[in-house]
C-alpha cells in the first residue's frame, strides 16, 4: 500500500501508471476484480446479439461490463467496416467486436508489449491484428486507418506535458469516420479540449460533430463524427459530466492539462 501511494506521488510520471510494468502491478489484478468477477469478459460466437430496431446488444447469460456494452453497440449502431481500438490492453474489447460482428475488420495498438502479450494469450484470434503503438507519439503512416477508432480508459490516464492533445489529434487523422472516448469525463476536458484542436486547425478533419453516445446499461461516451449525424449536438463538458459525482481533484488536474496546451498559430504583438 506505502509503496503504491509512494509510486503515486512520484514527480516523474506524469501519466497515472508507469506503463512498463502496467500489466503486472495493475491491470491484471483489476481484469480479475473488477471485470471478470461481474461480468463475462470473453463472449463466444452466439453469446451476444446487436438487435438493430433498438440498438441495443443483448448478452445471453452473464452481463458485459457497460463500456463494452457501449462499444458493441456504436459498432452495431454506426456500421463501420474496420474497427481500430487506441490501448487496446487485454484485447477483450476489440475480440469481442471481432466475434460478434465477424465481417468487420479489427485491429489494436497497445504502447506496452506486455499488454499485447496478454491480449494474444487471452484471444489466439487477434494474431496478426495487433501491434505496439504509441498514440502519443509524431503520427505514423504506418498505423493503421479504421472508419472507427475507439479508446477505452485511455487518454483518461495521459496527462504527460500536452500528451492528451496529442493522442486525440492522431485519433482523429487514423480514423475515416468515427472516434468513440468511452473515457472519464472528468479526467480532461475532452469537449473543450477537443473544439479548441479544431479551431486551431490542429485536427484532420475539416468538419467535426460532437455528441453524447449512451451504452443501454449506463454508460456514456463521447463521439466524434465526420459528417453530421442525427443525434442532439454535445457541446460542453458539463453535458458529459451531468449526474456523475463532481471530481474537484480531477477537475483541477483536467483544467492544468488544457491550459498547457498552445492552439493554433496565434498572432504575435
Ligand atoms: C486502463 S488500460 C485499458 C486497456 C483496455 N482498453 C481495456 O479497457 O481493458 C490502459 C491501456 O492504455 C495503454 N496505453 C497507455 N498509454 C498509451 C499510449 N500512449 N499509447 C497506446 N496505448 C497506451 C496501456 O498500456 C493500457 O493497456
Not at 122 to 132: D, E, S, V
Not at 151 to 176: C, D, G, K, P, Y
Request: net charge neutral.
Amino acid at each position: 500500500m506505502f509503496r503504491q501511494l509512494f509510486y503515486k506521488s512520484r514527480k516523474f510520471y506524469d501519466d497515472d501508471f508507469d506503463w512498463e510494468n502496467y500489466t503486472r502491478d495493475s491491470y491484471l489484478r483489476r481484469l480479475k476484480g473488477d471485470v471478470e468477477a461481474k461480468y463475462r469478459a470473453i463472449s463466444a460466437p452466439g453469446e451476444l446479439e446487436f438487435y438493430a430496431a433498438t440498438g441495443r446488444v443483448i448478452s445471453k447469460g452473464q452481463p458485459i461490463q457497460p463500456n463494452q456494452q457501449l462499444i458493441l453497440e456504436a459498432v452495431g449502431q454506426l456500421g463501420p467496416r474496420t474497427v481500430h481500438e487506441v490501448g487496446c490492453g487485454g484485447g477483450d474489447h476489440i475480440a469481442n467486436v471481432a466475434t460478434l460482428y465477424p465481417g468487420v475488420e479489427v485491429s489494436g495498438g497497445d504502447r506496452g508489449a506486455s499488454q499485447l502479450e496478454l491480449a494474444l494469450q487471452r484471444h489466439a484470434g487477434l494474431q496478426g491484428r495487433l501491434g505496439l503503438q504509441d498514440i502519443t507519439m509524431p503520427f505514423s503512416d504506418r498505423w493503421p486507418r479504421a472508419d472507427l477508432v475507439y479508446s477505452q480508459a485511455v487518454v483518461m490516464h495521459i496527462h504527460t506535458a500536452v500528451s492528451h492533445f496529442v493522442a486525440l489529434s492522431n485519433m482523429v487523422r487514423m480514423a475515416e469516420k468515427y472516434v468513440l472516448l468511452v473515457e472519464n469525463p472528468h479526467c480532461h476536458n475532452f469537449v473543450a479540449d477537443l473544439k479548441a484542436l479544431h479551431e486551431g486547425g490542429h485536427l484532420a478533419w475539416d468538419s467535426l460533430h460532437m455528441y453524447r453516445f449512451d451504452g443501454s446499461t449506463g454508460a456514456r461516451a463521447i463521439l466524434l463524427s465526420r459528417a453530421p449525424l442525427e443525434r442532439p449536438a454535445l457541446t460542453s463538458d458539463q453535458q458529459m459530466r451531468e449526474g456523475i459525482k463532481p471530481s474537484p481533484r480531477r477537475e483541477k488536474r483536467a483544467n492544468e492539462d488544457s491550459a498547457r496546451g498552445l492552439i493554433g498559430f496565434g498572432a504575435a504583438g
